[in-house]
């Protein structure tokens, strides 16, 4: 970008009722500007009927990912400098999940979709037991490490092209989760939640074609957690379910 | 234009292994009609024969070997991700699947004309 442009062109999408377009505003160019700065920008300079969402501004709550030029992005943490083409940015609701307003996309369906694979811790001890001892250097809490820093943001669901083409795919997401849990050894819920993650939707919809774990911007890696599901969902059924 | 969700090579591998798969599946039923043509009709067999002897269609045929090595390269590269261990060279294998199919093709070509 040529840091000497005192302003951006910023289209923005504007949706209201299912009826949406870009609108496009001049916002002034600042040093060191994130995308939520410029959305920021917009709504309390130009047009304070702009809705969008965001809360912590420093990458942990996942609350405000937005496409931005065509990719998805967690926009608190993504410098204009990185990803404007020119002097232009686009900014879009999320793919793949329906639109409240504007930028503000419902995030239900991403939510359920981890109900639906089991992503969900089943205990298998009370509080009354002993604490269970699980050392830093054991496989599985190895395997669970690379998929737990998961901030929910749903970027990876906006870039999955199978989401896109399939409304029942689980989505990366949700079963990264799940693997997370698949290497949980205080877990008590492995036979069902193999069966969540394999049934209709599950793991095996999965092409690998790896664009969550391209715009993962936590760096994680759901193609790999995927493939670990699909290993175990295989294992599990040479092993006739047990 | 190819949409910037998608632009990275992974998603490229994707796409060169789909679109390699719907290719050989619309040449398979032609391959094995033209086959079935030794049983039925020999003298349309030798004519089409014949016709492949130009060189435009030793091209196509460069193709199609391409299609074939592309896919089943690419389709091991799948099944090494899915049934081993995790490996981060994901784009190294991909790259390779594509290198070894202009091996196999471009030597199928060289032997061809």
Known sequence: MDKTEAFLDVSIWREQNGDGHFETYQVPRRANQTILDVVAWVQQQADPTLSYRFACRVGMCGSCAMMVNGAPRWTCRTHVLKVAEGASLEIAPLRNLPVIKDLVVDMDPFFDKWVAADAVFAPSQTRDDPMAPITPDDTMRIAADDAIECINCAVCYAACDVVAANPDYLGPAALNRSWSLVNDSRDAGQAERLQAVSAVGGCHNCHSQQGCAKFCPNELNPTLSISGLKRATAKSLLRWGR | ?113
């Open chain 2, 1 to 113: 234009m190819i949409r910037p969700h998608r632009t990275h090579a992974l998603w490229l591998a994707f796409i060169l292994h789909r679109l390699s798969g719907i290719g050989l599946a619309l040449f398979l039923p032609v391959h094995f009609y033209m086959l079935s043509l030794a049983l039925t009709d020999p003298d349309q067999l030798d004519g089409f024969l014949a016709f492949t002897d130009l060189l435009l269609v030793k091209c196509a045929e460069f193709g199609l070997v391409f299609l074939l090595a592309v896919h089943m390269f690419g389709g091991l590269r799948l099944m090494a991700l899915e049934f081993l261990p995790w490996s981060p060279r994901q784009k190294s294998y991909a790259a390779t699947a594509v290198a070894l199919a202009f091996f196999v093709s471009t030597g199928f070509f060289l032997q061809a004309v």
